[in-house]
């Protein structure tokens, strides 16, 4: 099962990585991106890990939470797309912007 990451799951991971170098703790960000990632590629073996999203309520949205952060996916039959990495705080709002890369 393909991995696909899209354009504005690419924003997230400049926002977290540009948050924490703000911060002065650089290095915490990239160790923080590589475990998101890594729990991203447990996702394969097991697409239905994670939870429906409560926002939308169907069983092609899920989300992973890696704290602070949402890991939200649209499980296909033969792929999975990284949606978003937002916030858990913040209420999820897709847009239609389903520009994939390969992972």
């Keep these: 099962m393909k991995v696909l990451i899209s354009g504005s799951a690419y924003s997230d991971f400049e926002v977290i990585k540009k948050y924490y170098t703000e911060e002065g703790v650089p290095h915490i960000e990239e ?8 729990h991203i590629e447990t996702i394969p073996a097991n697409p239905d890990i994670g939870r429906k999203v409560p926002e939308f309520n169907t069983d092609k949205i899920r989300e992973l939470i890696h704290g602070p952060f949402r890991v939200v996916y ?3 039959e033969h792929s999975i797309h990284i949606v978003r990495i937002w916030r858990s ?3 999820l709002k897709l847009e239609n912007t389903l520009a994939v890369t390969k992972i």
């Design 74 to 76: 649209l499980r296909e």
């Design 31 to 38: 160790q923080f991106i590589i475990r998101i990632i890594e």
């Design 89 to 91: 705080e913040r209420l």
